[in-house]
């Protein structure tokens, strides 16, 4: 497995909560991405990054913000939770050119 | 229309068999063409990818793009039950760190013993 890691792996929250999901990386990849995975949908990206403090939105980023102070580590916040925002969460990375792109294990996020 | 259209299956098959997933796209701007493998519960791990048309063979896997058609297959020689699994084609129109992938919604494939 590349060198990525997700936390939390499970979280149960409620409705208007604030929720923080962590990607780290050992790889000392320049880009890193947020994709949420949903029945019939696939994957689609919320957020990336393409190095240090440079972001950029995805297809699907309202409700969502993120941020990078270290080139290891890329922070996804639901401001305030809502039921719609119950899914699985990926983090990936790359080297470079994004269509080599290394996934981490997921988190499950459930809203109640 | 979805830009990544791929048949969700399920789809079983006996162990040995040939098998043949498939996704079509709408955006002739794509270049770039991978094969994601997704195991239960786990992450995508990138199987294979190709640029523009013509095929890639690596193992039991080949690739096949048609880009006249705007058509993608992945063949899966003797499957095996470890090969039980979603299959997710993905797209991107270039090489440049900016260019976003697009995903199919995957193919779930079940090999049977």
């Known amino acids: 497995d590349a060198g990525i890691t997700q936390s939390p792996r499970h979280k149960v929250t409620e409705t208007g909560t604030p929720v923080t999901l962590r990607c780290h990386q050992t790889?000392?990849?320049?880009?890193m991405y947020w994709y949420r995975q949903d029945p019939g949908h696939g994957l689609r990206l919320i957020h990336y990054?393409?190095?240090?403090?440079?972001?950029d939105k995805g297809e699907v980023s309202d409700g969502y913000s993120v941020s990078r102070s270290k080139t290891e580590d890329f922070l996804l916040t639901l401001e305030s939770a809502t039921s719609s925002q119950t899914s699985v969460y990926f983090c990936?990375?790359?080297?470079?050119?994004?269509?080599?792109?290394?996934f981490g294990p997921g988190t499950r996020l459930t809203v109640l | 229309q979805k830009e990544v259209e791929q048949d969700p299956g399920p789809l079983s098959v006996p162990e040995g068999a040939i098998v043949s997933l498939n996704c079509t796209y709408s955006n002739s701007a794509f270049q770039y063409f991978m094969w994601y493998r997704q195991y239960s519960r786990k992450g995508p791990e990138l199987l294979m990818y190709t640029y523009s048309s013509g095929n890639k063979e690596d193992g039991r896997f080949t690739a096949q793009v048609d880009k006249s058609s705007k058509y993608i297959s992945l063949f899966i020689r003797d499957s095996q039950p470890s090969d039980s699994a979603t299959y997710l084609c993905a797209m991107t129109p270039g090489g440049t760190s900016y260019d976003k992938v697009i995903f199919g919604p995957g193919t779930s494939l079940s090999v049977i013993p």
């Open positions: 990054s393409y190095g240090v403090k440079d972001t």
């Open positions: 790889e000392n990849h320049r880009y």
């Open positions: 990936a990375i790359s080297p470079g050119v994004p269509n080599e792109q290394f």
